[in-house]
């Protein structure tokens, strides 16, 4: 249902394999959750760039293609963390045609326009 390739200006990005309906999951990714002592050795990894706040200043990162989904202030998608069940779901905040790449806001709100930690494309 999803595939990742080259987009034309934001280096990797998942694209959807079928249509997606506004509100269809289209990924439920487990997370491994990081301690909050140990977010603050992330910022020296490379993934920093992957990592999702979580409950109480933790940290987890997305398996699956969760983690690969980029950017964008008019997503597509929007991501819910699941804290009790250690899950997050991306799921369709607009129809999605297949071919298309899926964006979500990195903010955590699709209306969210604050600046992120690096240029947007």
Known sequence: MLVVRDTDSKGRGVFAQKDFAKGEVI???CVIVIPKKQV????QTVLFNYYFN?????GAIALGLT????????PNALYVKNFAKRVIEVIA???IDAGEEITVN????VDDVSPVWFDVV
């Open 27 to 29: 990924e439920k990714a």
């Open 67 to 74: 983690s690969l989904f980029n950017h964008s202030y008019h």
């Open 106 to 109: 990195y903010n955590g709100r």
């Open 93 to 95: 905040y607009q129809d």
């Open 40 to 43: 603050k050795l992330i910022v």
């Open 54 to 58: 979580w409950h109480g200043e933790s």
